[in-house]
């Protein structure tokens, strides 16, 4: 397991590389990159930005494995979980209101504090300690997705005044560089974890100088703004109206609900699933960020104006790429049975979707959601995203651990395959409307949520 993980990292890397210097060639320079002032902006916002994301990531690898060195049974480990999707279902729902109120600037240096605070956490083997590090870990990863995306928009119209032709640029820069940074998170997390030896706890230790140092900047390079929208009651109530009378808006929904529960869930067993066998955890989560930043990149090409395929059709290849994975997965972690390579395998699969249907799932909300009402869609949207993932873990709590992973697996190809009916019923209602098209290709991804 220790040489396929390795090998694995070698070939996806590669494979990255190789396209991205493709792309890079064949790119013709736009105007955008011609402009001091806007590159300069740029840089700034960056330069917060990336330090924040960097710490977010340097977290993922070694999480569940703390808990398990903290000598909690997998059913405390998935309250964790649990616990952390809650509260940052709560605190997404108001985060919108909240930067809007406090301050777009104040709200990032919140962050950077209370995720800090969240990492400081992980030194306590208390259970209700780290079950309040779980809950401020919530709140941060809301104003991680709100925050700073806000100041970036406010600033980049009304402080600058540039182009809002140039948004999207920026956010599709961010995309790819997010998953760089993941994969070079991964590789960090394993260095100072496993290489030298200084134990699970060590990449939230070393997440916090760079939150300090995130915080810092935007506190002497950004200016503060604020934005007075209308109350958060009818906010959602606007967002229920437009779900409820647009069938391609609940559709759509239900695939984002379903797809994403899934990946939470994911998100937990991968580590039990592959640590027994010896896998490296930093190495396997880079393997997996390769992965994505692999799907990304297939989708910029085949969206090109070579191959000329819509969102529509990536979407629906990215959920049976997931369905099929699953399905995998059921008999590779059969009791007795284990097939730990088999399972890392699907396991890349799942991260190779993910690559496909975050950009789809964006070019699809973007044209389908009216601008004004997409805060409040995207609150009903989490509601039940988060209730399927933490139902989920509930169920796997309350489980036999030889049984419970192949369990899991099972519900979760069952809820995929149902992901797979709406994307049929999304494609039929669709399939004449040319406002759901790439207009014309330009090669330049769109960025997935963040």
């Known amino acids: 397991m220790l040489v396929t993980a390795y090998l694995a990292f070698v070939v996806l890397l590669a494979s990255c590389l190789g396209l991205e210097l493709s792309r890079c060639r064949a790119k013709a320079p736009g105007r955008v990159c011609s402009n001091p002032s806007f590159l300069q902006f740029q840089l700034d916002f960056y330069q917060v930005y990336f330090l924040a994301l960097a710490a977010d990531w340097l977290q993922a690898p070694y999480l569940y494995k703390l808990y398990q060195h903290y000598h909690f049974l997998e059913g405390q480990i998935a309250i964790f979980y649990v616990c952390g999707l809650a509260s940052t279902v709560l605190f997404g729902l108001v985060s919108s209101s909240l930067v809007d109120w406090l301050g777009r600037k104040k709200s990032c240096v919140l962050f950077s504090l209370t995720y800090s605070l969240c990492c400081l956490t992980k030194l306590s083997r208390d259970y209700f300690v780290l079950l309040v590090g ?62 030298m030896g200084l134990g699970p706890v060590a990449p939230f230790l070393a997440a916090i100088p760079l939150l300090a140092l995130a915080g810092t900047l935007a506190l002497r390079n950004w200016g503060e703004n604020y934005d007075r929208q209308r109350a958060f009651s009818r906010t959602c109530a606007g967002g229920l109206r437009c779900l409820l009378s647009d069938r391609r808006v609940l559709l759509l929904g239900t695939i984002q609900a379903l797809f994403e529960s899934v990946i939470f869930i994911f998100i937990f067993l991968w580590t039990p699933v592959l640590y027994p066998h010896g896998a490296p955890l930093g190495i396997v989560f880079s393997s997996f960020m390769a992965a994505s930043l692999l799907g990304s990149c297939l ?9 000329h395929l819509q969102p529509m059709h990536l979407l629906s290849l990215a959920v049976l790429i997931v369905v099929f994975s699953l399905f995998m ?102 399939r004449h409307d040319a406002e759901l098209r790439v207009p014309s290709p330009t090669g330049e991804p769109y960025a997935p949520e963040l």
């Open 299 to 307: 989708y910029r090409i085949a969206t090109s104006k070579r191959y």
């Open 134 to 195: 779980r809950a401020l870990g919530g709140l941060s990863t809301a104003l991680l997705f709100s925050a700073f995306e806000a100041w970036y928009i406010h600033e980049h119209v009304e402080r600058h005044d540039f182009p809002r032709e140039w948004i999207p640029a920026t956010f599709a820069r961010v995309a790819f560089w997010n998953h760089v940074l993941a994969v070079v998170a991964g590789v960090a997390a394993e260095a100072v974890a496993s290489w």
């Open 329 to 430: 997965l059921t008999f590779s972690t059969s009791p007795g049975q284990e097939s730990p390579v088999e399972s890392f395998i699907a396991f890349l699969l799942i991260e190779l979707a993910c690559g496909l249907y975050f950009p789809s799932m964006s070019f699809l909300r973007r044209k389908v959601i009216p601008e004004t009402e997409q805060a409040g869609v995207l609150n009903w949207f989490r509601v039940p995203l988060h209730l399927l993932a933490c139902l989920g873990l509930l169920v796997l709590h309350d489980s036999d651990r030889k049984t419970g992973t192949r369990n899991m697996f099972s519900i979760c190809s069952a809820v995929m395959v149902m992901a797979l009916l709406a994307v049929v019923g999304l494609f039929t209602v669709v």
